[in-house]
């Protein structure tokens, strides 16, 4: 019988390490031809969108759908996890929260194999909803963190932000006082916001920089601007089929001529060691943050299975 875990027993048992770890696991089976991942479909209504992914990870003995909606009342999110040996339907999970740890979880994945690790200045764009766990990310993978430096156009909101996140991680979260002034000094750079155009100048980089473009899923918004894909050495994405539909920063590069596809590496190639991340210490890396099933699937996994050790969910 399969377990129902609500976004309460998600919230108690899923934590930023493993969710890195778990995604670590599942981008190297991809790389290895273990790991399959069917890029968002999106089904268009009159009130809404239904949206639709899967994936199998048979390393994790276990595949699965991501469904959700979103209307003028918010967004559901609904997980259903299955066996990879006998189809049983293991688990259906709330998934809110576990999207909001996942996607953090892509760009903690993404700086440990691409940044600076070293870097004790942050930079993080947006203090909405998936800002809260970019912040774990950046304080969970890089050790010498001392500062993040947050912009978002709420004056009041950015102040909040940083008195919570600052409370909640023992770093110093600091507004800044413009996108410009967010970027100084800062060598891990995170754009997570609802923006339809570039907050991001690619003139304001400097050499070293990784950046993790997180907010933008459609084709009618950008966080960053042509000349910021332009100047990295390397760009990366968690799906290109994915981000050949849905990724408007590296497609309007493309149509502009600052960008070819043959350079967008997958960071499953990157987490293996196939391609490399940061090739120097000067290079501009980007990775391109789409949000893919192999992610929610894989995060999933490890939900379920602490759940199960330590006797939440109910069984229906």
């Keep these: 019988m399969p377990l129902f875990l ?10 930023m390490p493993d969710a890195i770890a778990a995604l670590e696991t599942a981008f190297a089976a991809q790389a290895q031809a273990d790991a399959i991942n069917l890029p968002r479909q999106r089904f268009y209504l009159p009130g809404g969108e239904l949206h639709s992914m899967a994936a199998a990870i048979p390393s994790l003995g276990v595949l699965g759908t991501k469904t959700y909606t979103s209307f003028a ?54 203090t909405g909803f998936q800002a809260e766990t970019q912040a774990e990310a950046l304080v969970t993978t890089l050790p010498n963190l001392r500062e993040v430096q947050v912009y978002s ?11 919570r996140m600052t409370a909640h991680l023992n770093i110093r979260f600091t507004p800044a006082e413009s996108p410009e002034a967010t970027v100084r ?40 601007d042509e000349e910021a ?51 120097d210490k000067d290079a501009i890396t980007l990775f391109k943050s789409l949000g893919v099933a192999i992610e929610d699937i894989a995060v999933a996994a490890v939900a379920y299975e602490k759940a199960k050790t330590l006797g939440l969910g109910r069984i229906l």
């Design 6 to 15: 609500s976004e309460s027993d998600v919230t108690s048992v899923l934590t």
């Design 73 to 126: 009342d918010g967004l559901q999110f609904y997980i259903q996890l299955y066996s990879v040996e006998t189809g049983e339907l293991l688990a259906f999970i709330e998934g809110n929260r576990l999207g909001q740890v996942r996607t953090g979880a892509a760009t903690g994945l993404a700086i440990k194999h691409m940044a600076i690790l070293e870097t004790p200045t942050a930079a993080l764009f947006g």
């Design 153 to 163: 156009r709420n004056v009041l909101g950015r102040q909040h932000f940083c008195q």
């Design 185 to 224: 000094n800062a060598k891990v750079i995170v754009t997570a916001t609802s923006a339809r155009e570039p907050i991001l100048q690619g003139s304001w980089l400097t050499p070293g920089d990784f950046i993790a473009a997180v907010g933008a899923t459609r084709l009618s918004a950008r966080e960053i």
């Design 229 to 279: 894909v332009a100047r990295a050495t390397v760009v990366a994405v968690d799906d290109l089929s994915q981000a050949q539909m849905e990724a408007a920063e590296l497609l309007f590069a493309y149509e502009r001529r600052k960008f070819l596809w043959k350079r967008a590496i997958p960071l499953s190639a990157i987490v293996i060691g196939r391609a490399k991340g940061r090739p």
